[in-house]
């Protein structure tokens, strides 16, 4: 499939007002590529890393949160702003997911006023992830 679309217009559906130190910069298209979390041919297969990873609602299922985890982690760098829409489905996924999600990233939730209006919902956050292990 190849679908472009603006990368802006993305940033501006998610929020409101930019976060510190997650101000856009980019502008261009988007590629759409095809990817199983885990497989290691089609994670070494995209150019990594990457300056912004947008994922949501994925934590739903616990055997899916390594693999999840691990992509993310193969397919981030010291820059890559990982924005996570995510909403609680699984106690037992809700907390593996966040029992190991801090040993890789760094993590700040986005305060709901500065979400935007129209795609915020009382009962789902957006969190920014960092990856670890950079000074
Ligand atoms: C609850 S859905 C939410 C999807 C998305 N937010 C949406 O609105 O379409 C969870 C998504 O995780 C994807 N998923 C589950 N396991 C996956 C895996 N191993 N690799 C890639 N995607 C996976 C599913 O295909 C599904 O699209």
């Not at 609680?88 to 979400?115: D, G, M, Q, T």
Request: net charge neutral; glycine share 4%; hydrophobic share 40%.
């Amino acid at each position: 499939m190849n679908m472009v679309a603006k990368a802006s217009s993305v940033y501006d559906m998610i929020l409101t007002r930019p976060i510190a130190g997650t101000a856009p910069s980019f502008s261009g298209k988007v590629k759409i590529s095809q990817l199983y979390w885990g497989n290691p041919s089609q994670i070494s297969a995209l150019k990594s890393p990457f300056d912004y990873i947008i994922a949501t609602d994925v934590v739903y299922i616990e055997n899916i949160v390594e693999p999840f985890l691990s992509t993310l982690n193969a397919l981030s760098g010291p820059s890559t702003i990982i924005f996570l829409g995510y909403q609680i489905r699984s106690p037992e996924a809700h907390e593996l997911f966040w029992r190991l999600c801090p040993e890789l990233f760094y993590v700040k939730k986005v305060p709901h006023e500065n979400l935007h209006p129209d795609y915020a919902f009382e009962e789902a956050d957006v969190f920014i992830l960092k990856k670890k292990g950079y000074s």
